[in-house]
């Protein structure tokens, strides 16, 4: 919901401007949050609210210990710290919109269909859904040939958090054999994986460009993770290579690892060679 705070002490209470999920909702509410607070994580931040902020919420109604709402207005939040998202200065209506579209997928019982949205999120400007799509191509592989545009495009943006969402993404499409060539149609037989394709040899490419030359370690480390997963030519010359010649030590010991478990007859994968 979108609610400005009318009041952060003991507990958070809130005027709701707009419903974003839910039914029945009060106008007015309440949010319990010292004991969610008490209970979270010691490295985790708490929840908090400003007097006087608009910000979306997620909450969830408060339950006693019988499992019983005892007040319809009292509610918690649903995802500790995250349950508050503040509304920036500028681009409020994109982050709503964001929101929205997230619970239409969520929502959603076509998986396909949330998989063409999303690659549809890589072509627009909101950032925000640029963000969330990257992030779950790489979580849940969900990256195919159909995405390799929108990869390549992203693999050179200025936000080293999204290359480096795009070397996963890549990475574990080449893992879960995403990229692989479709049946001909003439011959009705499926062509090797490391058939002459240029949208894959162009994934290939990037993550290759991404393991050796990005600026950004923790974007060379991703990469090089997923490189023996990926069919590049090479690939022990060039993990050897990274292993010794990249100034960080969290990319070289990538490297070796990754080095060893080709050493050991894996792939990277777990999966043995044959």
């Known amino acids: 919901m979108l609610a400005r705070v009318t009041r952060a002490a003991v507990k958070v209470e809130l005027e709701v401007l707009r419903v974003l999920r839910g039914e029945n909702l009060p106008t007015r509410l309440r949010v319990a949050f010292r004991g969610a607070n008490l209970q979270r994580p010691v490295d985790e931040p708490g929840f908090s609210a400003i007097e006087g902020e608009t910000a979306v919420f ?21 995802i500790g710290y995250r349950s508050r998202i503040p509304i920036p200065e500028e681009g409020a209506e994109a982050l709503l919109e964001a929101i929205e579209e997230i619970l239409a997928i969520q929502d959603g019982a076509d998986f396909d269909e949330s998989r063409r949205r999303m690659l549809r ?8 859904l640029i963000d969330v799509a990257l992030a779950q191509a790489a979580l849940y592989a969900l990256a195919d040939r159909n995405w390799t545009r929108a990869l390549l495009d992203h693999a050179d943006d ?6 480096r969402l795009v070397a996963e993404a890549i990475g574990r499409g080449f893992e879960r054999h995403r990229f692989a060539a479709r049946r001909d149609p003439a011959g009705g037989r499926t062509r090797p994986a490391r058939a002459r394709d240029e949208s894959v040899e162009a994934l290939r490419e990037t993550l290759v460009r991404l393991a050796r030359t990005d600026e950004d370690a923790e974007v060379r480390r991703t990469a090089v993770r997923y490189l023996p997963r990926a069919g590049v030519r090479g690939v022990r010359e060039l993990l050897a290579a990274i292993a ?9 010991y990538e490297a070796a690892a990754a080095l060893r478990s080709l050493a050991d007859g894996r792939n990277g994968s777990g999966a043995r060679r044959r």
């Open 158 to 163: 200025a936000s080293p958090v999204r290359r």
């Open 58 to 78: 997620v909450l969830e109604p408060w339950v006693d210990s019988r499992g019983e709402q005892p007040a319809p207005d009292l509610f918690q939040p649903a």
């Open 121 to 128: 999120w890589l072509s627009g400007e909101n950032r925000w």
């Open 244 to 252: 010794r010649d990249d100034p960080s030590l969290e990319v070289r």
